[in-house]
């Protein structure tokens, strides 16, 4: 198909800098022309790379500066054309080579250089001396029909002159010279004596088959360039979706935990409204009964049931702010898991807005870079497809090696596929953490076969100091009352009993252990009510179980398998209590205890085969999920 000038827009022909048409045009690597003028600065003012204005593509900076840079002959050449037509279409009035007259322009002699009247036009094309300047003439008619291809343009061009000899035509290039235009003489005798000297038409096929090839491989990724932008939306598009699904399901996360939270705030303000109003009415119950015996005996015991009613009074204030302390308490741990969870939920919502904003930045970097891509692209095949369509083989040769050569990095950069717009289309965040943890068991005499059993397991894990409750009243303790065990011995243990504020003996099946004091290598985790530790906050939760390395009563530190030196406070963390499978009555209350106990880093021993592991082999747990568990016989020191 015929290439024309008006194909490609008169744009094509100015330079980027000035806006004008060019003057001594210098062609870069990537194929973008500036006027030689307009490029020097630039040039100049560059270290060892010059940025093209256009595309920014980095390229070496020649020796010589902007000389260094080869002249693009074939868009001089064009200019030349257009400002010839423009000339010859306005019938401008010059001097005319034929009679020498000032008259209006009709058609300009390629090869005489000069621009002819109309009475000297037929002459000049029929004259036998001027006869073969007929294929070198540009006239007005040919102006006028508009479908002046580039291929009309390169047969009105003569050869170009020898390198070294001004005044002789080139007949030959000289391949090591970079395809110079030579004549014969240069090529045998002077100074390209020597030299891979080619015939131009040949050198010219050659040239033109390379490039040719090179648009082949070119055009085959149109379609991966031009599609990059539309890629690139749709990415966008599907960020934009992602970042508001996944705000949405944290924030819908958030109120399901805030939701818990409200739930148990309300029971615990039903519980401290309930107990008010029984205290409330049992004082006045007790001060009504109180009231009416006191009338009947008053002279007989007057002093006796003041005092009964002083009594009362202080039992029950006693009572209420027992109560209004733990409910207190309760409100203080549910504030700071509130607070917890909306900490949890702004990073999260932080992190995704963060995420978002930066995977949005790469895009705009890879637009960037897509739009540059694009403009190289387009660039190189309007500047090739001109040159191959002015079938000139001068141009040819002066000019497609250079482009040859810069169409291979523009392949590579074409065929780049950009695999990381599904990876940035997306946004990641954690599940807020559950603000309740299961707590720690306390085991009863009813979780063992027999008394005998439950015996032995008081006697392995009883300790001076423990806290333990009574489950079985005798003469002196009722059941409920706690204490602290200070002595023991055959199966018998004296305890201070808060309630009677003095020491009494009872039986190891009659008290249950609430707590069994910490000390070294205990195993032991975070109390379910701390959300922050106060000291180390990273590396552990409810889950993580730990053994104890150090304290001194306050303080301690503990190696979790997350976390190998976790300092913190002894009231932070609870006790693990472990037990065999022997010690309980069926395997559902076996399996509830693991369940509440069981944690990462626990050492356990297999006591029924199940293909995998065999009755003995002992392990680590590394994952606990849910209730599945394959019923481990848990060590008993962990």
């Not at 005044?167 to 030959?172: G, N, S, Y």
């Not at 985790?525 to 180390?536: E, F, G, K």
Request: glycine content about 6%; some cysteine; overall charge negative.
């Amino acid at each position: 198909m015929a290439f024309q000038l008006e194909d490609m827009g008169e744009n094509f022909f100015s330079c980027s800098i000035c806006l004008h048409s060019f003057k001594d045009p210098k062609l870069l690597p990537c194929l973008h022309r500036f006027c030689r003028g307009c490029i020097k600065p630039v040039v100049d003012e560059s270290d060892d790379k010059v940025k093209c204005p256009l595309c920014k593509q980095d390229c070496d900076k020649p020796d010589d500066g902007v000389d260094g840079f080869k002249t693009d002959f074939h868009t001089r050449n064009v200019v030349e054309y257009i400002q010839l037509q423009k000339s010859v279409a306005a019938e401008e009035v010059r001097k005319c080579i034929g009679c020498s007259n000032e008259l209006q322009v009709a058609a300009f002699c390629f090869k005489c250089r000069g621009f002819i009247c109309r009475k000297c036009h037929e002459v000049h094309e029929n004259s036998g001396m001027t006869r073969d300047h007929k294929e070198h003439i540009l006239a007005l008619k040919d102006v006028k029909d508009k479908h002046l291809t580039l291929e009309k343009l390169g047969s009105l061009r003569e050869a170009p002159s020898c390198s070294d000899h001004p005044d002789e035509l080139a007949e030959i290039c000289c391949v090591d010279c970079d395809n110079l235009p030579i004549c014969v003489v240069c090529g045998q005798y002077e100074n390209h004596k020597g030299h891979t000297i080619r015939g131009v038409r040949e050198l010219a096929a050659e040239e033109r088959k390379k490039i040719e090839d090179s648009m082949k491989v070119l055009k085959e990724q149109d379609e991966n360039v031009h599609g990059l932008p539309a890629k690139l939306v749709d990415a966008v598009k599907s960020l934009e979706d992602n970042i508001t699904e996944t705000k949405a399901r944290i924030r819908s996360q958030y109120n399901e935990e805030a939701k818990k939270i409200n739930e148990k705030e309300r029971e615990a303000d039903g519980v401290l409204a309930q107990h008010k109003a029984d205290v409330d009415r049992k004082e006045r119950e007790e001060v009504a009964d109180l009231n009416q015996r006191r009338e009947r005996e008053l002279e007989m015991v007057n002093d006796k049931y003041d005092k009964c009613v002083s009594e009362a009074k202080a039992k029950a204030a006693d009572e209420r702010g027992g109560k209004d302390t733990a409910a207190s308490k309760t409100k203080d741990v549910l504030t700071k898991k509130r607070s917890y969870l909306e900490k949890e939920y702004a990073d999260s919502i932080s992190s995704v807005d963060h995420q978002g904003k930066t995977n949005m930045k790469t895009f705009g970097e890879l637009s960037d870079q897509s739009d540059q891509r694009i403009q190289r692209y387009d660039n190189f095949v309007t500047v090739v497809s001109s040159v191959l369509a002015s079938r000139d083989h001068w141009t040819d040769v002066s000019c497609l090696p250079g482009m040859d050569v810069s169409s291979k990095p523009l392949i590579e950069d074409a065929k780049k596929e950009f695999p990381e717009i599904v990876v940035l289309s997306k946004v990641t965040s954690k599940r807020i953490t559950p603000v309740f943890a299961n707590p720690a068991p306390v085991i009863k005499s009813d979780d063992f076969k027999s008394d005998d059993g439950y015996d032995k397991y008081v006697e392995e894990h009883l300790r001076i100091g423990m806290t333990v409750r009574c489950c079985k009243a005798n003469w002196r303790v009722q059941v409920g009352d706690t204490g602290k065990v200070i002595e023991f011995h055959d199966y018998l243990m004296y305890c201070q009993w808060q309630g009677l504020g003095d020491t009494s003996l009872v039986a190891y099946r009659d008290v249950e252990i609430v707590d069994q004091g910490i000390q070294v290598g205990s195993k032991v985790r975070l109390q379910q009510s701390v959300v922050n530790p106060i000291r180390d906050q990273e590396g552990v939760n409810q889950r993580s179980v730990g053994r104890v390395t150090a304290t001194d009563g306050k303080n301690c530190t503990v190696v979790f398998p997350t976390k190998k030196q976790w300092k913190g406070l002894l009231s932070e963390v609870e006790r693990v209590l472990l037990l065999r499978r022997s010690a309980f009555q069926d395997d559902s209350s076996f399996s509830a205890y693991v369940r509440d106990t069981i944690g990462v880093g626990m050492a356990v021993r297999c006591y029924k085969d199940d293909g995998m592991a065999k009755v003995g082999d002992i392990g680590t747990v590394t994952m606990v999920i849910t209730s599945i568990c394959l019923d481990p016989g848990l060590m008993p020191n962990g």
